[in-house]
């Protein structure tokens, strides 16, 4: 069976632009169909589904903005790509701004439009797979799921099931906020210690003693207040797993004695005298370069390799952002739930907003602001004014690029003469009469923008 072709509506009243346009597409593959007007189109746009809207600006009755508006509503996923011989600054915001993927001012290049409609396409694919996924989320739900179809995560995911039986210690990489605990908390749940308890201990937050007393417990009396004898953490995940976060900030002497639970496979309480056995499996992970550490002295060399007997890298989002929208849906329906709210859906701009944001706070970071957004909304879907301030600027700086790319209606008014005394081989009656100005006129603007010509 045939792969089925992306389908295409050209909108344009102009009879020739529109079967240059026709032609165009379908050499390039596309199932295309082409109308003269703005109310032809809704009528198909009511009865049939469609890849790409394809729309003139100007046309009678119902111009292309309108076309544009009522795509947005009918097939909301289809996208749109405004073609204009009355290029202005206000119309391209105002289309980019109801949801128009370009703005192409006429006259155009045919690879400008063969680049920019496969670009269009792609984003439309880009984006329905990201809808499937989300409604994956619902149906096929795992212990751990971890959220991502990029090539960095699909690496992660199959170096989690390849390890996960094995029972050896893991060392994970990667910065602040990437999810490194989900990771191992993925291990371990798809290990044989499953049934087993998983307990989290940040080495970053605790002193040394406390520390100590945290990870090993300690024996009555052992301490001013120690009452009665504790079990540290270590022993309570006995069958299970420990993982230590932020191992590269626990201090050298802390070291030493974490290096000795790892090989003896006993702790030792504080104020003890008699070692207690234990049965873990250690994961570690850290935001700092342990190698470099260990060459500075600041991370002992025999238990960076005790602890990294496998590597796993926790990516940064920068370098999966097309997990974005999935992430976006799946922390949506689990704020939601948690809050008792139904907002099932997001508006495009503000998906395209974070799409395009740096996220510096990593995946945490995008938690965090789809948390708030669904605390702020009062309605069933997430808006550009539910997000942060910082988005805001964002957004201006987008539409402040996208006016920036597009030409002045002088520097299009200049290249709409050149075009037509470049076909009319220089005249400039006959160019005058196809403008619909008088020769003087023409002569006036070829004077004004210093246009070289053939006297003629």
């Not at 060392?171 to 999810?179: A, C, M």
Request: charged share 30%; net charge neutral; aromatic share 6%.
């Amino acid at each position: 069976m045939g792969q089925v072709k992306e389908k295409i509506i050209v909108v344009e009243d102009e009879e020739i632009s529109r079967k240059n346009l026709e032609h165009i597409l379908q050499k390039e593959g596309y199932d295309v169909i082409s109308v003269n007007s703005g109310a032809k189109a809704l009528d198909l746009l009511k009865s049939q589904s469609f890849d790409l809207v394809i729309t003139d600006l100007k046309m009678k009755q119902v111009d292309g903005m309108q076309v544009l508006q009522e795509t947005r509503q009918l097939q909301p996923y289809t996208e749109v790509i405004m073609i204009t011989g009355y290029a202005t600054v206000e119309s391209s915001v105002q289309a980019m701004r109801e949801g128009a993927y370009y703005y192409i001012a006429k006259p155009y290049k045919i690879d400008e439009v063969r680049k920019i409609a496969k670009e269009a396409l792609l984003k439309r694919k880009l984006w329905l797979e990201n809808m499937e996924l989300r409604d994956t989320l619902k149906k096929h739900q795992q212990i751990p799921f971890i959220v991502g179809r990029s090539e960095a995560m699909v690496t992660v995911n199959n170096t989690i099931r390849q390890i996960a039986p094995a029972d050896i210690n893991v060392l994970i990489l990667g910065e602040s906020g990437t999810g490194k605990e989900l990771i191992a908390r993925a291990i371990h749940n798809l290990s044989p210690r499953s049934e087993n308890k998983f307990i989290a201990f940040n080495c970053g937050s605790f002193t040394e003693e406390l520390m100590a007393n945290e990870l090993f417990g300690h024996e009555k009396d052992a301490f001013t207040g120690a009452t009665k004898a504790k079990a540290g953490l270590i022993k309570i995940a006995e069958g299970g797993t420990v993982f230590l976060d932020e191992i590269g900030d626990m201090p050298l002497s802390m070291q030493v004695k974490l290096l000795r639970v790892i090989q003896e496979r006993e702790v030792l309480p504080v104020g003890g005298e008699n070692p207690v056995p234990v049965n873990v499996r250690f994961i570690a992970a850290t935001h700092r370069d342990l190698k470099e550490d260990v060459e500075k002295g600041h991370f002992r060399q025999d238990l960076y390799y005790r602890l990294n007997v496998i590597t796993i890298n926790s990516p940064p989002l920068t370098d999966r952002k097309g997990d974005i929208p999935l992430l976006v849906h799946h922390f949506l329906a689990q704020k939601s739930q948690t809050m008792g709210k139904e907002i099932h859906n997001i508006d495009r701009e503000c998906m395209d907003l974070l799409c395009q944001y740096s996220w510096p706070g990593n995946v945490r970071e995008l938690e965090n602001v789809i948390e708030r957004a669904v605390a702020l909304e009062n309605g069933t879907c997430i808006r550009p004014d539910d997000l942060p301030e910082n988005f805001h600027n964002l957004s201006i700086e987008i539409y402040r690029r996208a006016s920036s790319e597009i030409p002045t209606l002088e520097e299009q008014e200049k290249k709409y003469i050149q075009w037509v005394l470049e076909k009319c081989a220089g005249n400039k009656t006959k160019a005058s009469k196809i403008m619909g100005i008088d020769r003087v006129s023409l002569w006036r603007k070829v004077k004004r923008y210093g246009i070289e010509t053939q006297d003629s």
